[in-house]
């Protein structure tokens, strides 16, 4: 019999402990440090900064963990001190520094590195980075100082800015609350400048050192010793932080009317890679209930197999096809679409939909399309449509919303508009991971944006990253680590996986979407369990099929096609976010702690009486796992839906009379 998993792999799929942070203060100036850097930032209670930290970043663009040595804290409750030394050592050199943190009161912090390589270090970017929340602060003013001392009064962009608002930056002042401002100002050899970090899902505006218009990536030479200090400054009174109306610290949640959305048809993504496992599963996948299978077609790479193979698991889902398709723009793109036109027919594949991308847009650029020498949008869409005559087209990418908003065509090219989304960009951490979700509200209207009213579409969506336009590959993750650019990424076979998965549905189906799509059947994205590879903790000594925790969640929201979806607003969406639609006449009410803390969760709007409630929790974790047809044919116990218990990570579903 297999031994039960521990909490720590039905939490968070791994038993790597995350790093623990620790709270300081000086009087109402507090902050988290937690693996050197400074996080959540906050003036009475406010969050001012989401983070300051000394970020190392290798030649690819992989941010690296220092070594922290000589660690000393000094806290006397009016101020405190932090110290300590980091080393870095891999494969572009090492790295050692020495920082300081000091905040005398409660209205200054100052942050110093004196940083000397021990051997040439190769980076894309050593050096303070802040980040500011977007929540209260986007599309209100600040102001810029710049290298010169010159003052620019401007301010943080509302929908996502394609590329940087602010360059050229010695300081940076705005607003955190009524009456009470915010400076930053930094020293270093160069200049910083601000990135809209919303376009890779964080949820933060980044400033950063150094300017992106300098090469990259670039050498630190050895025995050179450099020096960056990072000053806070905060002007006025701290302000008073409201606290729960129900007194006892409770998130409250609000039932509200129809939004005059529907929730969208539900996907799942196919790489070629997995071909060989395409039927595993397949029962459990077909349960799940797909209606689309997003499928890449790289003619470099990929043959008519390979698209036959997409044909057959569509037929056996009953499920219609979305063609990703690769186009190199090697020789003219009317050939080479005709070319995967022919490839699609010998291979008995008529998709219903087409999404073409060139080449070249597949990997990270800053450059608008016409700088780059390649075919434009209009060549290759008219191109497409020549090809799959009367298949729909969409516009957009394979990759993240980053991409599309660099070089995006005009709506009136395509049928559709999509992109895909990932987690792990940046920051790594479960909270981090977790506050991706407050951005895709943004994402959204900037997408429709971009679209000119026609249909939108996300396609394959996960914590794991999908495919990295930013380097040669993803992280390969053999240690079910907690890494920027995991594919493979232990959450995803966990409780929080399962929350994030429910908390993404919340925040996007409101808003008016055509399709979402979450994952892949099985694999390192996969719904159902199958050995890999990668090393899947306590799963790989199962002996029958086993699903992940978020296959409960995907399959609801398959079911749930077509239904009208209510508001549901929450005191605190950071702890719980709510997703509500109707079934049968009633109202399914779903309920997503993103907290590894228990939380108690108020409805209202709900008029009174009893619901059903079903839970997906650490309790019953294994069931839902090992047993998926005797789980989801459980439709939980009757309880009063106007107070909720969610156990860390949990899922509640309340049924709700008519």
């Keep these: 019999m297999t031994t039960a998993p521990s909490e720590a792999l039905r939490l968070y799929g791994t038993e790597e402990e995350a790093p623990a942070g620790r709270t300081l203060g000086a009087g109402a100036l507090t902050a988290t440090l937690e693996a050197g850097k400074l996080r959540w930032i906050r003036y009475g209670g406010v969050e001012a900064l989401r983070g300051l930290a000394f970020v190392v970043r290798g030649a690819g663009w992989e941010t690296y963990s220092p070594q922290i040595e000589n660690l000393e804290i000094e806290e006397s409750g009016t101020g405190f001190r932090v110290g300590y030394d980091g080393r870095i050592e891999s494969g572009d050199g090492t790295l050692a520094f020495r920082a300081d943190i000091v905040a005398e009161d409660e209205q200054s912090l100052v942050f110093t590195v ?86 890779w899902t964080d949820a933060s505006y980044k400033t950063y050192y150094r300017p992106l218009a300098l090469p990259f990536p670039y050498t630190l030479k050895a025995g050179e010793t450099l020096r960056q200090t990072a000053t806070l400054g905060i002007e006025g009174g701290a302000p008073a932080v409201a606290g729960s109306a129900a007194g006892d610290g409770a998130v409250e949640l609000t039932l509200g009317g129809e939004t005059g959305t529907h929730m969208p048809e539900i996907g799942l993504g196919l790489a070629a890679a997995e071909r060989a496992h395409f039927d595993h599963g397949l029962d459990l996948v077909r349960a799940l209930g797909p209606e689309h299978l997003v499928c890449e077609f790289d003619p470099r790479a990929h043959d008519a197999e390979t698209l036959a193979a997409y044909r057959d698991l569509s037929r056996a889902l009953n499920a219609e096809v979305v063609l990703e398709i690769v186009v190199p723009c090697e020789r003219t793109v009317a050939d080479e679409l005709a070319a995967a036109a022919e490839v699609a027919a010998r291979a008995g594949l008529s998709p219903a939909a087409i999404v073409p991308e060139q080449l070249r847009l597949l990997s990270f650029t800053l450059e608008k399309i016409a700088a780059l020498g390649i075919p434009d949008f209009d060549e290759v869409y008219g191109a497409a449509r020549a090809a799959f005559p009367g298949v729909r087209l969409g516009g957009g990418v394979f990759t993240n919303f980053t991409e599309l908003n660099r070089n995006c065509a005009e709506p009136d090219l395509f049928d559709f508009l999509t992109h895909s989304t990932c987690a792990v960009v940046h920051e790594p951490d479960d909270r981090s991971v977790m506050e991706t979700l407050q951005t895709l509200p943004d994402i959204v209207a900037s997408a429709k944006a971009w679209a000119g009213g026609k249909p939108y579409r996300i396609a394959p969506s996960a914590i794991g990253m999908r495919a990295n336009p930013y380097g040669p590959d993803v992280h390969q993750n053999s240690d079910n680590g907690r890494h920027s650019f995991n594919r493979q990424d ?75 979806v209510r508001t549901v607003t929450s005191s605190d969406a950071t702890r719980v976010l709510g997703l509500a639609y109707g079934e049968g006449g009633g109202t399914l009410l779903w309920l997503a702690n993103l907290t590894p803390e228990e939380q108690a969760a108020t409805v209202s709007g709900i008029g009174g009486g009893t619901a059903t409630i079903g839970r997906l929790d650490s309790g019953n974790f294994a069931d839902a796992v090992t047993d998926p047809a005797g789980f989801a044919a459980s439709p939980g116990e009757t309880g009063d839906p106007g107070r909720v218990a969610l156990a860390p990570f949990a899922v509640a579903r309340i049924a709700l009379g008519a």
């Design 114 to 199: 004196e940083m000397t390589p021990e051997t040439d270090f190769r980076t894309s970017r050593t050096g303070f980075v802040a980040l500011h929340p977007v929540e209260g602060v986007a599309g209100e003013p600040c102001s810029i100082t710049h290298s010169d001392g010159t003052v620019e009064e401007t301010g943080f962009p509302d929908l996502i800015m394609p590329l940087q608002p602010f360059f050229d930056i010695a300081a940076m002042r705005h607003r955190v609350a009524p009456g009470v401002w915010l400076t930053c100002r930094f020293e270093g050899a160069d200049p910083w400048e601000t990135e809209d970090q919303r376009n």
């Design 490 to 564: 232990p959450r995803h076979r966990a409780l929080l996986g399962a929350a994030f998965t429910l908390g993404y549905a919340a925040r996007v189906a409101p808003l008016g979407l055509e399709a979402l799509a979450l994952g892949a059947p099985s694999g390192a994205l996969g719904m159902v369990y199958r050995r890999t590879e990668h090393p899947q903790p306590w799963f790989d000594d199962l002996k029958g099929p086993a699903v992940m925790p978020l296959y409960h969640v995907v399959s609801a929201l398959a079911a749930a096609k077509g239904a009208a």
